[in-house]
T-cell receptor
Framework: KNEVEQSPQNLTAQEGEFITINCSYS?????LHWLQQHPGGGIVSLFM???GKKKHGRLIATINIQEKHSSLHITASHPRDSAVYIC??????????????FGKGTLLTVNP | NAGVTQTPKFQVLKTGQSMTLQCAQD?????MSWYRQDPGMGLRLIHY???????DQGEVPNGYNVSRSTTEDFPLRLLSAAPSQTSVYFC??????????????FGPGTRLTVL
């Protein structure tokens, strides 16, 4: 069983819609990352959070440590938001070592 | 700053050949990692390093070697390529934070095909 589950796997929206992508995990974590992978393949870090909420422009990420759940919201979605959104959890693996485990990603398509 | 650079961008190998994927970063980051990305699967950690001279295995290390002689460079060596190593390879770096990784910076990727 994958330690990180994302939902939905695929999401199609109309421009302007409010988008929510969910990430659930099953282990104790030190942080959670949200990443964006565009069709060209490049991967960009959007957020790293260990509690509460962060906001960058139209993107909002929240995390509930007790419920082991995080959400990524996109307000006023735009076709340029079309990408794969990846959740990754950071766990401590001994010494000064940490491990990142990734979800399989959510493919978002925003139609004009 | 160039950020994280990877070479080559594309590579085709025959089974049994060896090669090195190059990764370099100019941000003085302590942490560097190699991932592979396969269709239908999440990114999977191959090897990682928390500083020059220190490397460790990730989730899928078999068939790969790494070394970290400088802070900037973290090459990934395929010892004897197999078709199962056909994948897209990403290198990433990050500053060490209070609880491990900080924001990850990814290279553009290397698309490797093993025939």
């Amino acid at each position: 069983k994958n330690e990180v589950e994302q939902s939905p796997q695929n999401l199609t929206a109309q421009e302007g819609e409010f988008i929510t992508i969910n990430c659930s995990y099953s282990v104790g974590i030190s942080a959670l990352h949200w990443l964006q992978q565009h069709p060209g393949g490049g991967i960009v870090s959007l957020f790293m959070l260990s509690s509460g909420k962060k906001k960058h422009g139209r993107l909002i990420a929240t995390i509930n440590i007790q419920e082991k759940h995080s959400s990524l919201h996109i307000t006023a979605s735009h076709p340029r938001d079309s990408a794969v959104y990846i959740c990754a959890v950071q766990t401590y693996s001994g010494g000064s070592n940490y491990k990142l485990t990734f979800g399989k990603g959510t493919l978002l398509t925003v139609n004009p | 700053n160039a950020g994280v650079t990877q070479t080559p961008k594309f590579q085709v190998l025959k089974t049994g050949q060896s090669m090195t994927l190059q990764c370099a970063q100019d941000m003085n980051h302590e942490y560097m990692s190699w991932y592979r990305q396969d269709p239908g699967m999440g990114l999977r950690l191959i090897h990682y390093s928390v500083g020059a001279g220190i490397t460790d295995q990730g989730e899928v290390p078999n068939g790969y070697n790494v070394s970290r002689s400088t802070t900037e460079d973290f090459p990934l060596r395929l010892l004897s390529a197999a078709p199962s190593q056909t994948s897209v390879y990403f290198c990433a770096s990050s500053r060490a934070g209070l609880a491990g990784y900080n924001e990850q910076f990814f290279g553009p990727g290397t698309r490797l095909t093993v025939l």
